[in-house]
């Protein structure tokens, strides 16, 4: 059974950090990427980050860049999304999902964000308070 459960959510002041997690099983990262997405209260989804498959080459949007850093650890089945930096803004449910392409961005067409989720966890809140 493909499972993916993502954890580390919780309530931050501005400036303040959190880590979350996504674990992952019954599949290999191997043949997935593996990207954060996020959605706020009344908001459509939004794509934050990805890494890639292929070469774990790692993307981010412009909202996060040089704020957050995905990363993995396939010897745990883990991908991390570390939050530095955090705002208001970034309020949102977090979820991790799994998609069969081994670059996560060639371009704004073939970006991760474009593509069907084969599989993604139920998500995490992340509240941040003024």
């Known amino acids: 059974e493909v499972q993916l459960v993502e954890s580390g959510g919780g309530l931050v002041q501005a400036g303040g950090s959190l880590r979350l997690s996504c674990a992952a099983s019954?599949?290999?990262?191997?043949?997935?990427?593996i990207a954060w997405f996020r959605q706020a209260p009344g908001k459509e989804r939004e794509g934050v980050s990805c890494?890639?498959?292929?070469?774990?080459?790692?993307y981010y949007e412009d909202s996060v860049k040089g704020r957050f850093t995905i990363s993995s650890d396939n010897a745990k089945n883990t991908v991390y999304l570390q939050m530095n930096s955090l705002k208001p803004e970034d309020t949102a449910v977090y979820y991790c999902?799994?998609?069969?392409?081994?670059?996560?961005?060639?371009?704004?067409?073939?970006?991760?964000?474009?593509?069907?989720?084969?599989?993604r966890g139920k998500g995490t809140l992340v509240t941040v308070s003024s």
């Open positions: 999902a799994a998609i069969r392409i081994s670059m996560c961005y060639y371009s704004p067409h073939s970006a991760y964000v474009n593509y069907k989720l084969d599989y």
């Open positions: 019954g599949f290999s990262f191997d043949d997935y990427s």
């Open positions: 890494i890639s498959s292929g070469d774990g080459t790692t």
